[in-house]
Structures are given as C-alpha cells and as structure tokens.
C-alpha cells in the first residue's frame, strides 16, 4: 500500500514537449583563426576545417533528425567567423534586423547577412543602426529579451531592439571576457526556464536573474569552461557540448533529454552550438 506521506512526497517530472524549430547555419567552408578578437582565438594554432566541416554538417543533421529546419547561408571568402550565423541578427516574425559587429574583422558579415534575409523576401529588414550581434546577446524567452552588454552588443542596441520589435529588453551586464556573448553563458531552454553561470554577471544582473527565473538551474564552473551553455533547446531535446557533463545530469533531472554533439573544432574560435545557429521566431 502506498503511504499518504509519499503521495505528498513524490512528484512525476513535468512532461516536456519538443517544439519544431527554423533555424539559419552557415557551412564553414572558409572557417579559420586568423586573428583574436576573444580568449579562445590563437591564430597561432592549427585549425582543421576537414574536421570542422564535418562536425558542422553533423550538427545540422542532428537537427534535422529531430524535427528542425534549416535553411543554409552561404558562407563568404575572408570572413573566417561567419559559421557563427547567431550572431548575423535578430528574426521575429516578418521583422529581421541584422547585425552590426564591434571588430572590424567581422564588420562584413553583417552586410552578407542583411543581403541573404533580403533576398528572402516577404519580410522586413533593417540593419541595425547601434552596436549588435544579434542572438549573440539577445536571447527570446516568454515574449520578451534577455539582452548581454559589457564586451559586444551596447547599451543602446538594447533601446533599438526594444523600440524595433515592440518587445521589452531586460539589460545584464557580463564581465568575465570568456564570455563575451549572452549566448555563451545563458541558454533559454523553454518559454519560462533558462540554465546560465551565475559568477558571468555583474551583481546587479545576477539578482535580476534570480528574481525573474527562481527556478533556473545554474552550471558548474566545468560547464562554462567548455561552453556548455552556447546550446540549443526546442523545449524537450537540449543539443549541447558532450563535455558538458554536470549541465547534462541537471537537465536530465528536470525533464529535458540532452542530445550531445561535438562541434570542439569550432571552439578555437571561441563557438559552440549555439553561436552556429539563428533562430527564426
């Protein structure tokens, strides 16, 4: 017979629900480390694009094979870093805007980015008019952003966004230059749940994460040291870094089913999962 007591006490794992996603890579056929805009980056290292090729198109067919579309930009010679299309811009709806980068190394991808979204056609686009590297530091939870500042995107962008879109922007601010981008210390896993590392925050942003996400789990400092969080999730499957080991128990723990797939090539450039992949809403 089973107790009162564990009646009150045990509590099934909330059913979570894959959502189909449409998503923007870019192959990295012209992917290298030629300079260093971030920690990660030695151009000094070698880089084997073999590798980071196939590890690329493994990525996309994972999400494929769970459901995801994908639609493939075409990557331009001299511009090493366009595989991380996160950081092309923002797509919600009919409205895009694309992304204007702090480093002169990258300043062209966002002109190739707003001339692919253009060519779409039946939506709108803008380039951005402030400092924004789109997904990079914005991140869409429950209709509204999360927005990173301190190393890339500015302050302002978080005010254009905001008037662009008609969404609220929520400011934090990163200090540890490892994580120069939201999407590398803070990953949306549904519309009201997120996973990030704490200690990558200023104090200011770290109690408005805790006030906004009381439940939030929070990685190990393992987890960030491999970009554990730069993940993607479609609310069920979290696709994420299989060195990501404690970040892995703890989403299983809560109900989401981890799909690990190794893109650690990428990584000399300071990407992972995420930084490969532009969501459009």
Not at 33 to 47: F, G, K, L, T
Not at 59 to 68: A, C, I, N, P, Y
Not at 76 to 88: I, Y
Not at 98 to 106: D, G, L, N
């Amino acid at each position: 017979m089973t107790s009162v007591a564990t009646l009150q006490t045990t509590e099934p794992a909330p059913a979570r629900r894959p959502v189909p996603r449409r998503f923007v890579m870019c192959r990295p056929d012209h992917f290298d480390v030629r300079y260093s805009i971030n920690p990660w980056m030695n151009p000094e290292a070698p880089v084997n694009r073999a590798l980071a090729l196939a590890q690329w198109d493994a990525l996309r067919e994972t999400f494929e094979r769970h459901g995801h579309r994908v639609d493939v930009v075409p990557g331009e010679p001299g511009l090493p870093d366009m595989v991380f299309a996160a950081n092309s811009g923002l797509a919600i709806g009919e409205r895009i805007m694309s992304a204007r980068f702090t480093h002169p190394e990258r300043a062209a991808e966002g002109p190739a980015f707003h001339r692919w979204f253009t060519g779409r056609g039946g939506v709108e686009v803008v380039a951005a008019a402030e400092l924004n590297e789109g997904e990079g530091d914005f991140a869409l939870i429950g209709g509204r952003f999360l927005a990173g500042t301190g190393f890339r995107s500015s302050a302002a962008a978080h005010r254009e966004v905001e008037l662009h879109f008609e969404m609220p922007v929520i400011s934090l601010e990163l200090v540890d230059p490892r994580f120069y981008h939201l999407d590398t210390v803070l990953m949306v896993l549904d519309d009201a749940t997120i996973a990030y590392y704490p200690p990558a925050f200023d104090e200011t942003s770290r109690t408005l994460l805790t006030g906004l996400f009381p439940d939030a789990i929070e990685a190990t400092d393992a987890d960030a040291a491999v970009l554990g969080l730069n993940g993607v999730s479609d609310g069920y499957h979290v696709f994420l870094s299989p060195q990501a080991t404690d970040l892995a128990a703890a989403l299983r723990a809560r109900g989401y089913l981890p799909v690990p797939v190794d893109v650690s090539e990428l990584l000399k450039a300071g990407g992972g999962i995420k930084c490969c992949t532009l969501e459009l809403h």
